[in-house]
């Protein structure tokens, strides 16, 4: 129901809260959750692990570390009907060179194609600060081309803008 979806959204922005202002990148939150029992798997914000991690990446390093899998192989772990709540869109390309979450996220798919996450529940788009549209636009289609619905969860945008962009000029 939406309304769930819009209590896993707020609860992403809580985690965004808590990540350390830094104006090279956005402040997000994300949440992993297991649809089939609607529970929560992992939350995860920018920056809450080393390595200048993003928030959904923070995710599934958390699950594959529980799990007893490097973050690579989390795809061998998760649940099959498996989703993720970010406030900011997945990232196509990152300044840093860093492999973006859109890649991340495909390769939560089994070899098989079954499994992995299956949804991508999104506060808002990326605004185009350090990455251009035609780029996000080509990370938008890689997840639908791979099945990977994009849904867009309405009414935080503005706060999640605020928190994103905490601490840049
Ligand atoms: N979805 C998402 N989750 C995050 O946790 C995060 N920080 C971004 N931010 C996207 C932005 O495009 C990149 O932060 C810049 O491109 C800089 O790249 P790095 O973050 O330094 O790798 N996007
Ligand atoms: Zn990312």
């Avoid at 490097?70 to 300044?95: D, G, W």
Wanted: with cysteine; net charge negative; proline share 5%.
């Amino acid at each position: 129901t939406s309304n769930n979806h819009l209590a896993y959204m707020q609860l992403a922005l809580a985690q965004a809260k808590q990540s350390p202002p830094k104006d090279s990148n956005f402040r997000v939150g994300a949440v992993l959750v297991d649809a089939e029992s609607n529970t929560i798997l992992t939350t995860g914000y920018t920056l809450e692990l080393p390595g200048n991690t993003h928030a959904e990446q923070v995710c599934l390093i958390k699950y594959a570390k529980a799990h007893d899998v490097p973050e690579e192989r989390v795809s061998e772990v998760l649940p099959t009907n498996t989703v993720i709540y970010t406030t900011i869109e997945p990232c196509a390309k990152r300044l840093s060179g860093k492999l973006p979450c859109v890649e991340r996220i495909l390769r939560t798919r089994k070899v098989d194609g079954e499994g992995g996450i299956r949804k991508v529940y999104v506060g808002m788009k990326e605004p185009e600060k350090f990455i251009k549209e035609g780029e996000l636009k080509s990370g938008r289609m890689k997840l639908e081309d791979a099945g990977i619905e994009c849904v867009a969860v309405p009414g935080l945008e503005s706060e999640i803008m605020d928190v994103a962009t905490t601490g840049h000029q």
